[in-house]
């Protein structure tokens, strides 16, 4: 399974276009629940996101999709998906926290995005549409931490916004250059790992604190 989730991420331009070729309009349908799931539920952080919205830009430039149609369509479903996904954790967040072990809901995810939205107070909501995981888990932990739902709500549209108009139509205009069809799946690692940064500048500073309070433990043990 982890290798077949592999192969669509690396390959996605090719099994999308399977897909529209198959099911022609009914694609628009999968697009959004896709979209929907990886923001809206925190069981399925695995699903492609950046990549997916970067791919089906460059097949709407093929006029294999409807440009505005599949910009509109993912838009809507990250707003939803946030939405669903805050209310969540507003209702069911804190027994989440609560358990030391679930098998649904990864704790350390739920941690790890408490400390991003710490940190970076209401910009998580934007900030975290560009970071894998971190844009699953962060509207839940805003529900968690009962932020407004207004304030929430307009974090959530505007985020939505920048991340769907800078791969949906990054991929419009830059998807079909015949280096970056050749170097598709390449593409999409350093898409992936790009937005993974800010994610693995954070775990090398928590690292590096915790590795500096064990020198000092140890110095003062001694």
């Given at each position: 399974?982890?290798?077949k ?32 799931f ?24 093929l006029d294999?999709?409807n440009?505005?149609?599949t910009?509109l369509i993912f838009?809507?479903?990250s707003?939803i ?6 209310h969540?954790?507003?209702f ?5 926290f ?16 408490q ?24 509207p ?7 932020m407004?739902?207004?304030?929430f709500?307009?974090?959530n549209?505007l985020?939505?916004f920048?991340w ?7 991929g ?19 898409i992936i790992f ?5 994610f693995?500048i ?21």
């Open positions: 399974m982890i290798f989730l592999a192969d669509i991420i690396l390959h996605l331009d090719r099994y999308l276009q399977e897909l529209i070729s198959v099911y022609s309009t009914t694609t628009y349908i999968f697009l959004f629940f896709v979209v929907f990886e923001t809206g539920l925190v069981v399925t952080p695995f699903l492609p996101g950046d990549s997916l919205l970067f791919a089906a830009g460059a097949l709407a430039a294999m999709l440009i505005e149609l910009f838009l809507t479903a707003i998906g946030d939405t669903v996904n805050y969540l954790g507003k069911i967040g804190p027994k989440v609560k358990r030391e072990g679930s098998f649904f809901f990864n704790k350390k995810h739920l941690w790890q995005a400390r991003f939205y710490e940190k970076h107070g209401k910009k998580t909501i934007v900030l975290a549409r560009f970071v894998p995981i971190i844009r699953t888990f962060a839940f932990v805003a529900g968690v931490g009962k407004s739902y207004t304030i709500l307009f974090y549209v985020g939505a920048l769907c108009t800078l791969f949906v139509f990054g419009y205009f830059f998807g079909n250059i015949a280096w970056v069809q050749d170097n598709f799946g390449i593409l999409v690692l350093v790009v937005s993974l940064l800010p693995i954070e775990i090398i500073k928590y690292l590096k604190i915790k590795i500096l309070q064990k020198i000092n433990h140890e110095k003062t043990a001694s």
